[in-house]
């Protein structure tokens, strides 16, 4: 079983910056991928990034250019470096993880979740 944790979210205004982290426990990390998704009110849940266990990475459209996605295998962390934040990347963050090693984009592939942090943006 994984345990994920997600941290650093909060308010910022558009334009600024933020930094998430996601600390998975419970097992090594293994070869797993691991992705980030978001959820705004009355929206479903949906993609934003993906890294490989072999570190390729993939990113929605909506933020190409303004995220990264990035991991430490050492910390068992996964990061999203999140600029020039837009008020309608306003949502719930959730970090997740799954079995396989290759970037998945679909909320089914993933087993994993964490509780999700608020990210709100103001204009």
């Known amino acids: 079983q994984v345990q994920l944790v997600e941290s650093g979210g909060g308010l910022v205004q558009a334009g600024g910056s933020l930094r998430l982290a996601c600390v998975a426990s419970?097992?090594?990390?293994?070869?797993?991928?691991m992705g980030w998704f978001r959820q705004a009110p009355g929206k479903e849940r949906e993609f934003v990034a993906s890294?490989?266990?072999?570190?390729?990475?993939d990113h929605a459209e909506s933020v190409k250019g303004r995220f990264t996605i990035s991991r430490d295998k050492a910390k068992n962390t996964v990061y999203l470096q999140m600029n020039g934040l837009k008020p309608e990347d306003t949502a719930v963050y959730y970090c997740?993880?799954?079995?396989?090693?290759?970037?998945?984009?679909?909320?089914?592939?993933?087993?994993?979740w964490g509780q999700g942090t608020q990210v709100t943006v103001s204009s």
């Open positions: 419970g097992r090594t990390f293994g070869n797993s991928a």
């Open positions: 890294i490989a266990w072999s570190d390729n990475t």
């Open positions: 997740a993880a799954r079995r396989g090693s290759t970037i998945a984009t679909m909320t089914s592939a993933y087993s994993f």
